[in-house]
């Protein structure tokens, strides 16, 4: 069995504050992708990283992939309350060919003003 | 619509109802998957279609479980005698491209 740990659990910070989540596993992925979800809805994909060593940006927010491809990361930089919301990791399993994937179980962000 | 359309938003069911949560995919996605989320908790895999074809069905907890899509776009998953333990949200996502998933929002139950 894919596990994937996520830390950490809870983050509080305030507005303009960097910070940085991890997604660790003893399991290698072919991708690994990272979510958004707001109370109430559905996890929102926010990026797909495949290549281990690999980095990715989207505006203030930037992943990285392990070289082991076991291991991810997000960092958020001049966090902002818009940013508040449950960020989730989630594994593709490489011996599927649609890409069944284990999630970690989250990281609460809450960004306040 | 445009996204994934899940049927009913909110259940509460007395404890050994049946319960059916429908979900109706973006049209032409021909994979379709069903989560469990528990509260507080990631996600965990339940079953997948490829079309009308039950490919994976490996994550469903117990035989009260049962999905399905026998035509290949609208899916309903099936819970029967329910049990506390099933209260959760159930997600459902539907994909074109192996990876790229769309959630919907979800329908959550509640057993008392």
């Known amino acids: 069995t894919q596990l994937l740990e996520q830390s950490p659990q809870f983050l509080s910070i305030q507005e303009g504050e960097n910070l940085t989540v991890y997604c660790n596993s003893s399991?290698?992925?072919?991708?690994l992708q990272w979510y958004r979800q707001e109370p109430g809805e559905g996890p929102v994909l926010l990026v797909t990283v495949v290549t281990g060593g690999e980095v990715k940006k989207l505006k203030r927010l930037t992943f990285q992939f392990g070289d082991a491809r076991k291991d991810s990361s997000l960092h958020i930089t001049a966090a902002q309350p818009g940013d508040t919301g449950l960020y989730l990791c989630?594994?593709?399993?490489?011996?599927?060919?649609?890409?069944?994937?284990?999630f970690g179980q989250g990281t609460i962000l809450t960004v306040h003003p | 619509g445009a996204g994934v359309s899940q049927s009913p938003r909110y259940k509460v069911a007395k404890r050994g109802q049946d319960v059916a949560l429908r979900c109706d995919p973006i049209?032409?996605?021909?994979?379709l998957f069903w989560y469990q989320q528990a509260l507080g908790q990631g996600p965990e895999f339940l079953t997948y279609?490829?079309?009308?074809?039950?490919?994976?069905k490996s994550g469903l907890p117990s035989d009260r479980f049962f999905a399905e899509r026998p035509e290949g776009s609208v899916s309903t998953l099936k819970i029967q005698r329910t049990q506390q333990e099933d209260s959760a949200v159930y997600l459902c996502?539907?994909?074109?491209?192996?990876?790229?998933?769309?959630f919907g929002e979800g329908s959550r139950l509640t057993v008392l």
């Open positions: 996502a539907s994909s074109y491209l192996p990876g790229e998933l769309f």
């Open positions: 989630a594994g593709a399993d490489g011996g599927t060919s649609y890409g069944k994937l284990t």
């Open positions: 049209s032409g996605h021909v994979s």
């Open positions: 279609f490829q079309n009308e074809a039950q490919l994976d």
């Open positions: 399991s290698v992925f072919s991708s």
